[in-house]
């Protein structure tokens, strides 16, 4: 096996592999670092303030079918950086031919956040990945592929199948359902230094291992490790936990497979010469106007485990994008109109050719400005004309989550070309670079017009 179709079929599989680091050229500041940073000699006449827009949502998700409805669990959660009053928030999901079949709207909360919670995906269609898209003030910002599962597996994970398994670092929900009804689910989060359960909202969770099983060969988390749950928003950090496997009511304490997302677990509190679990019933949350309660430990006498001892993890993406919003200028009486002279001319790139005996770009006339593939920049100029590329095995390694499966099976993988000024301007160039597979060692390099590309 050559060592391109290794790395495809472990991208395939999401099989952990061990890969070389790409060697950096230079330090260099990323897109959002330069869009952050500005450099102004004098105040600006109209001060910008930096809204970030963040998105939680599950990594996987449940179809339904016929008329029932399995809604997204945890729901996806919308929130900003800054207070947006009267703002409103809409949500949608996105099929694999990028048609919405669902869309919810919801106002920010009081803490700028927005909870979808009846977003489903149809089993009408025959697909298996969907997207998030966000609606912020005409402003979209899509998930990355989403997968869809019939139902969660009864079996351990495996660890060909990475994206099933959970690790070191992941972020994760918990969330606790008594008689499989939807109305009695509470989701884990903390209030006041605690950890609690919530009808409402939920908060997401990194998993910190401890300690795995002297037993287990695996780095994925297998049941017997020792973890902690640390809030990823407030910094709350839960005493350790031993993740016990739950099986037909029953605790499997001799359990040593991987932990695999949509399974049943139960939280054996570590350390403790008692069998004492985390459960989801306990006191009342005061001035809360809702059934939320704080979460405490409850001793168990045999292997047998009630519904409000059983947690069901699941792994958490995030997506967001940075909104640069402008605060209205005071115009005083006698002061003139601006200039249209003084509008920013935007960079265009009218032709650009690749060249294939030294895997560079030939672009038409020098420029001070630096250029972007995607992530991966500023690309270095070997002269005034001509710009470097990465290596196609460190593009496919940073943007595997980018590739696209033809109906044919071939693969192919686009990403933009910016352009970005000393004082932390971004521009499109309006320019698209394509990789198609031909074969799993050999493609071809393509420009596109992004403004009339299709794929």
């Not at 928030?89 to 031919?97: A, K, L, P, Q």
């Not at 008594?178 to 230094?193: A, E, L």
């Not at 958490?316 to 002061?335: A, G, K, M, N, Y």
């Not at 672009?363 to 470097?388: A, F, M, N």
């Amino acid at each position: 096996m050559t060592p391109m179709e290794s790395l495809l079929n472990a991208i395939d599989h999401a099989d952990p592999i061990e890969l070389p680091i790409p060697k950096k050229r230079r330090l260099s500041m990323s897109i959002h670092s330069m869009i952050e940073k500005r450099q102004c000699t004098t105040p600006p006449l109209s001060p910008k303030q930096v809204n970030k827009v963040i998105c939680y949502h599950a990594s996987v998700a449940q179809k339904s079918y016929g008329t029932e409805k399995r809604f997204l669990c945890p729901p996806p959660f919308v929130m900003t950086s800054q207070r947006q009053p009267s703002s409103v928030v809409s949500v949608s999901i996105v099929n694999d031919t990028n048609q919405c079949t669902l869309e919810q709207r919801t106002p920010l909360d009081e803490q700028s956040k927005g909870y979808f919670k009846y977003l489903y995906v149809s089993g009408a269609a025959k697909t298996k990945q969907f997207r998030l898209k966000v609606n912020l003030q005409d402003t979209l910002l899509y998930s990355n592929p989403i997968s869809i599962i019939s139902k969660p597996s009864k079996k351990t994970a495996k660890t060909r199948n990475a994206s099933s398994c959970l690790f070191h670092r992941s972020t994760v929900s918990l969330f606790n359902r008594i008689n499989s009804q939807t109305v009695r689910t509470k989701y884990m989060s903390t209030d006041n230094g605690q950890l609690c359960a919530k009808h409402a909202t939920w908060s997401p969770f990194e998993i910190i291992v401890l300690r795995q099983p002297e037993c287990s060969e695996y780095t994925a988390i297998a049941y017997g490790t020792e973890i902690l749950l640390k809030d990823v928003q407030t910094g709350v950090t839960s005493p350790p936990f031993i993740l016990r496997k739950v099986e037909k009511g029953k605790i499997v304490y001799d359990a040593t497979g991987l932990l695999s997302q949509m399974q049943k677990v139960a939280l054996q509190l570590s350390g403790s010469k008692q069998l004492l679990y985390l459960n989801s019933n306990g006191k009342t949350i005061q001035n809360d106007n809702t059934s939320n309660v704080y979460i405490d430990f409850t001793c168990l006498e045999n292997d047998v485990v009630d519904d409000y001892l059983c947690w069901t993890i699941v792994g958490v993406s995030r997506f967001e994008q940075e909104l640069q919003e402008t605060q209205p200028v005071i115009q005083h009486p006698t002061s003139p109109p601006p200039s249209p002279r003084s509008i920013i001319p935007f960079p265009m790139i009218s032709t650009i050719e690749y060249i294939p005996s030294t895997h560079t770009l030939k672009v038409p006339q020098p420029s001070s400005l630096d250029y972007w593939l995607g992530r991966h920049g500023p690309l270095k100029k070997r002269t005034s004309c001509e710009i470097e590329l990465p290596s196609i095995q460190e593009i496919i390694v940073n943007n595997h989550d980018l590739l696209y499966s033809h109906p044919d099976g071939s693969r192919s993988l686009e990403l933009p070309l910016l352009l970005s000024r000393q004082d932390g301007f971004i521009y499109h160039s309006s320019k698209l670079l394509a990789y198609h597979f031909t074969q799993p060692e050999l493609g071809r390099w393509s420009i596109l017009d992004a403004m009339s590309h299709k794929r």
